[in-house]
């Protein structure tokens, strides 16, 4: 168990909707990094919050959004899903100092119908 | 472009045999990662390797990092079902940016 959360575990929805994703870093961590995980692409990092503020961006298209909560909690937004969003969205957690070191949680599976 | 290329994308090999696996790029980082993940979960991290030439053991798998610090290889002796999973290297360009991924070993150890 890493000690970050996410939920929920699965989602479906439909093309054109919108969904929200959650996710609690591990105690006492302030960077919240979220990724894609797809077939074709692999891993690629979306978007990075250090104690609330925005502090690196990825590959994240501009349908998607994420935030970070005065509890440290972030939750990114997908939009106007399309086919294509189908995949696994990860979310991961670091700590002050070190080589930027990585807890991920279990992640989201997002299926788009 | 894929900046991290990892080789081979598969390996199938019986218990107790050795492999290696490779990661390699173009580009210098100032640390390498190398992640583990099983099916349905997320990655979970096994080293980090910081400086050029730096070699590290964790139990039957060896970590190397080049010198120029661009490539990164995995070792596993003596191979275990347990091993199986989906081994993935990650780059740290610097600071705390997000991680650049290969695309990973998905390595099956057959008993």
């Known amino acids: 168990d890493s000690g970050v959360t996410q939920t929920p575990k699965h989602l479906i929805t439909a093309t054109g909707q919108r969904v929200t994703l959650r996710c609690s870093p591990r105690?006492?961590?302030?960077?919240v990094y979220w990724y894609q995980q797809s077939l074709d692409q692999g891993l690629q990092f979306l978007i990075q919050?250090?104690?609330?503020?925005?502090?690196a961006k990825g590959n994240i298209l501009e349908r998607f959004s994420a935030q970070q909560f005065p509890d440290l909690h972030s939750e990114l937004n997908l939009s106007s899903l399309e086919l294509g969003d189908s995949a696994l969205y990860f979310c991961?957690?670091?700590?002050?100092?070190?080589?930027?070191?990585?807890?991920f949680g279990p992640g989201t599976r997002l299926t788009v119908l | 472009t894929q900046l991290l290329e990892q080789s081979p994308q598969f390996l199938s090999i019986q218990e107790g045999e050795n492999l290696t696996v490779y990661c390699n790029s173009s580009?210098?980082?100032?640390?390498l990662q190398w992640y583990r993940q099983e099916p349905g979960e997320g990655p979970v991290l096994l080293v980090t390797?910081?400086?050029?030439?730096e070699v590290k053991k964790l139990k039957r798998l060896t970590f190397q990092f080049g010198d120029a610090r661009k490539d990164s290889s995995l070792h596993i002796t003596a191979a275990q079902p347990g091993d199986t999973g989906l081994y993935l290297c990650?780059?740290?360009?610097?600071?705390?940016?997000?991680?650049?991924f290969g695309k990973g070993t998905h390595l099956i150890i057959q008993p």
């Open positions: 919050y250090y104690n609330g503020e925005e502090r």
């Open positions: 991961a957690s670091s700590g002050w100092g070190g080589y930027n070191e990585q807890f």
């Open positions: 580009s210098v980082f100032s640390s």
């Open positions: 105690s006492g961590d302030l960077s």
């Open positions: 390797v910081v400086t050029g030439g």
């Open positions: 990650a780059g740290v360009r610097g600071g705390a940016d997000g991680l650049t």
